[in-house]
């Protein structure tokens, strides 16, 4: 069971990013999936998820109007857009796999399955 992130980069303040987490080894379409980010220093905090079916989202608020989680389940990918992107969200990136109990996780804990995160550096 494989979950692999990519489409970090360096930008500069303002621009986009789409990351891409692309999961392997079984088939994701009936879990809840999520991304998280840990900044230098910091606590891994929850961004956004998305229920199994993707007809439920959830952001965190300093996200909400710029970011967009959506997923695809026949290619058993999940997606984050970024748009407007700030210094201060320069951190590793990492999706996650949980149960869809019927609510979107926000939190660590209800996530089973994590990727290996990946860069996403924003330059001011």
């Known amino acids: 069971v494989q979950l692999v992130e990519s489409g970090g980069g360096l930008v500069q303040a303002g621009d986009s990013l789409r990351l891409s987490c692309a999961a392997s080894?079984?088939?994701?379409?009936?879990?809840?999936m999520g991304w998280f980010r840990q900044a230098p220093g910091k606590e891994r905090e929850f961004v956004a998820g998305?229920?199994?079916?993707?007809?439920?989202?959830q952001y965190a608020d300093f996200v909400k109007g710029r970011f967009t989680i959506s997923r695809d389940n026949l290619k058993n990918t999940v997606y984050l857009q970024m748009n407007s992107l700030k210094p201060e969200e320069t951190a590793v990136y990492y999706c996650?796999?949980?149960?869809?109990?019927?609510?979107?996780?926000?939190?660590?804990?209800?996530?089973?399955?994590w990727g290996q995160g990946t860069q996403v550096t924003v330059s001011s």
């Open positions: 998305i229920s199994w079916s993707g007809g439920r989202t």
């Open positions: 996650a796999a949980g149960r869809d109990y019927g609510w979107v996780p926000l939190t660590s804990p209800e996530y089973n399955y």
């Open positions: 080894g079984r088939t994701f379409s009936s879990d809840a």
